[in-house]
């Protein structure tokens, strides 16, 4: 993988997007590039590698992320839930520094936005998540301190539980970046402004 010093981005892209009606993942933004491979592209531009996991049966998807630059790895339990998807992808960097979660229907997030999530974990928070006017976003930072949490979690909730119990380390890094609260769950919220 990656030096043991390394953040490592876990991008998880193995939702069904049902209420978007399809897939939304590879769903083709107005610049002509889905909607999985803007989220994936702009982690790879704040200078992390990515792990992708993907549903195992997403062959599509998976060659479009790592035409992206990113290692991708099916995974078994993705349709148990987003837990299920987040430890699987952890666990395949056992030895990052940390980690930068990110959601693959999130396309607008700026680079330096996750770059600041990363240097965050670099300089020392334990959990780091940027917030834009008062609400916080994606991508969530976490240190390797979290790896046993991280790499159990199950079902749907994905890492909440981790920030609800251990809040007092979340560091909250305020920008002006509108793509941390933007992400695409249903049709129209592809005509949302961001």
């Known amino acids: 993988m990656h030096p043991e010093s390394d953040i490592q981005a876990i991008l998880l892209a193995a939702g069904r997007g049902t209420r978007f009606g399809g897939d939304k993942l590879q769903h083709t933004l107005a610049d002509g590039r889905a909607v999985a491979a803007h989220a994936a592209a702009n982690l790879r531009a704040a200078g992390l590698p990515v792990i992708a996991v993907v549903r195992p049966e997403d062959e599509r998807l998976r060659e479009l992320l790592e035409a992206e630059g990113c290692i991708t790895t099916p995974c078994a339990e993705a349709a148990a839930g987003m837990g299920h998807t987040l430890a ?28 600041r999530v990363a240097d965050a974990l670099k300089s020392g928070a334990r ?57 695409i769950d249903t049709r129209s919220d592809l005509d949302r402004p961001v």
């Open 127 to 183: 959990i780091a998540a940027p917030v834009y006017r008062g609400q916080r976003g994606h991508p969530v930072g976490f240190a390797a301190e979290y790896y046993g949490d991280l790499s159990r979690l199950t079902g749907d909730a994905g890492a909440r539980s981790i920030m609800q119990t251990h809040g007092d380390a979340l560091v909250l890094l305020d920008c002006d970046d509108a793509g941390v609260v933007y992400d």
């Open 88 to 115: 699987h992808g952890v666990r395949l960097a056992a030895h990052a520094h940390g980690w930068v979660v990110a959601l693959a229907d999130m396309p607008a997030i700026r680079p330096e936005t996750i770059a």
